[in-house]
């Protein structure tokens, strides 16, 4: 409100002093008389003042002029003026709003739409480091393989764009199936940022697929270290890496390594069954028994599981039926009414002979869980019973056609694995093998080894040494039934 009353006084004094002015200009005496090529014009003080600031009000414009020819000429010349910079704005403009719709179309799926705005915006900006990753996108969503090439070795070339060059080209190769120039990408990018969690994926994914377990070590140890796996997984997956690492190198025949390999797999992760069972077979080549017992009983308590019991065998070869039982109950008191156990208990009194006694330890396994396992051992204990061929012939034949029972299956696609392998052979998924029921009867056949450890050649017997167990007719599975 005082502002306000502020302005209109001013605004009264200002039109006052003007009035007044004015006035005095009027009332003053005296002329000019101004004389132009034979012309005489007479003014008096008003008029003479009016004109005044009329010249001024011209040089000014007429100053104005010339500036704006100046920059239209230094525009021409190519020096950035307030012109320039105008046209600069513009093209700028359009060139983001460009930018902007194609980053739209990509996201809308609309690959030629989006390329045909990453080339106006190209045009506009003259900015590769923005335009070229989106050029590079919208060329493999329309389809463009080569020119999505061509934009990410553009990428390449500068320092701040030079990481997301050779991921876009790593993953053209992978979506070729050339996994070692992808593999050479992989540690380019993982070099260029270590801390990248897809990168780290694809690379330890690739190691483990080439079976280059250390590098693989070296990889998992960077994503521990960057905070983008939990220690415990970590501590899991090594041992994975591990146990990897010693089966390749007892391929290549050095023993020793691989034992103290495998026995540092089984301390990272007591309850991995294939690094359990190949820990204890390690300790076994030194003679260490007890440990390798101790092992085979800490991993049972973790999972029971048939490796386990058939490397447990494995700690004492000669002993005779009555001692084995015994010493199994290490295991089987552990977890007695598990499955594995029951059928454990099973083979080792079909092997003394004591059918009746197999037949408690399955109990009713054969109905509620009647796998091809437990059905094979139950073709055994009739066998063994005397019971008649035909009766013998019918639990094969179930055994035929019913569930396989826990298999290696894949967490991630599913597929099912006849023995552990660090990465599954359908997905090249990295440790994703569980033992567990697969989700539909796909299992591949085991052989009947696999299915009765120990019934079928137990350790230490050999073909001139052959165990005192009741001859048993097993049917393969793959073959015709009526034969």
Known sequence: MLWSLIKILAFVVLVTALTYGAVQLLEASG??????????????????????????????????????????????NGDETALSRYFSRNRERKGFEALSEGMMALASGEGHLALA????????????????????????????RKKAEETYKKLLQDDKTRFVGVRGIMKQKLADGDTDTAMKLAQKAFALKPKHEETQDILLRLQADKGDWSGARTTLGAKLRHGTLPRDVHKRRDAVLALSEAKAILEEGATVEAQEAAIAANRQSPDLVPAAAMAARAHLEKGDKRSAAKILTKAWKAQ???????????????????????????????????????????????????????????????????????LALMAAIEKGSGATEAAVRGWLTRALSAPRGPQW???????????????????????????????????????????????????????????????????????????
């Open 31 to 76: 002329q000019a008389k101004i004389t132009v090529a034979g012309y005489e014009i007479t003014l008096n003080a008003l008029e003479m003042a009016a004109a005044g600031l009329a010249l001024i009000l011209l040089v000014w414009i007429g100053l104005k002029l010339l500036g704006i020819l100046g920059a239209v000429f230094r525009f021409l």
């Open 117 to 144: 705005k990453a080339t106006k915006a190209e045009r506009y900006l003259e900015r590769p480091e923005l335009t070229n990753l989106l050029t590079a996108q919208a060329a493999e969503l329309a389809g463009d």
């Open 304 to 374: 029971p599981h048939p490796d386990l019991a058939a490397a447990f065998a494995e700690v004492e070869p000669d002993e005779d039926i009555a001692a084995r039982i015994k010493r199994f109950r290490a295991l089987t008191k552990l977890h007695p009414e598990h499955s594995e156990t029951r059928m454990l208990l099973a083979e080792l009194h079909i092997a003394a002979e004591d059918f009746p006694e197999a037949r408690r330890a399955l109990g009713d396994l054969v109905e509620t869980d009647p796998n091809a396992r437990v």
């Open 409 to 483: 299956v894949c967490d991630k696609c599913h597929s099912i694995h006849v023995t552990w392998t660090p990465v599954c052979g359908n997905c090249q998924a990295f440790d994703t093998l569980s033992w567990k029921r697969p989700p539909e009867d796909a299992t591949p056949v085991a052989s009947t080894a696999e299915r009765l450890p120990l019934l079928v050649e137990p350790a230490g017997q050999t073909a001139e040494d052959p165990v005192d167990t009741p001859e048993i007719e097993v049917i393969d599975p793959d073959s015709d039934p009526e034969k």
